[in-house]
């Protein structure tokens, strides 16, 4: 007897899904002014994900509001210090903002939270790796 095929579970943006969801699904595009209205909603509904806040620092920080981005990490972190997603994003951050010794910071707490390893460890290990390499 062949089965229906499984609904899919990925949100594109137009489908139904929560703001989260669909913001998730734009940044995946690169689509990230669109996704912060999106993940605004997203915090006033539920101000205490730090899933959400940390989305919401990633998306504006890659429309180049440093300053706003780093408020939104802080949140995320506030929320959950050990939040790995917010602690490499906010490394990559400070790489952005040229402040090289606290991303370092972040990464050490990286390494004792994954000491075998996480995506985001080694995502903000290649970052300060290629910032290393654009300073020589």
Same mark, same amino acid.
């Given at each position: ?6 609904? &899919? ?7 139904g ?9 734009l ?14 909603s ?6 205490? &994900? ?16 440093w ?18 997603e917010?602690?490499?994003? =906010?490394?990559? =951050?400070? =790489?952005?903002t040229n402040?090289p010794d *606290? ?25 300060? *790796? ?7």
């Open positions: 007897v062949a089965m229906a095929p499984a609904p &899919s579970t990925e949100a594109s943006p137009a489908s899904g929560s703001d989260y969801d669909k913001a998730v699904a940044i995946d595009n690169e689509r990230y002014a669109e996704a912060i209205p999106l993940l605004e997203a915090v006033k509904k539920n101000p205490k &994900s730090p899933d959400a806040w940390s989305q919401l620092g990633f998306a504006t920080r890659k429309t180049g509001n300053k706003a981005g780093e408020g939104y990490y802080a949140k995320a972190l506030a929320l959950d210090p050990n939040h790995q917010a602690l490499e994003y =906010l490394g990559e =951050l400070y =790489l952005e402040r *606290e991303a370092q910071g972040l990464l050490a707490k990286l390494v004792k939270l994954c000491p075998d390893g996480c995506e985001a460890r080694s995502e903000l290990e290649e970052a300060m *790796e290629a910032h290393a390499r654009k300073k020589k």
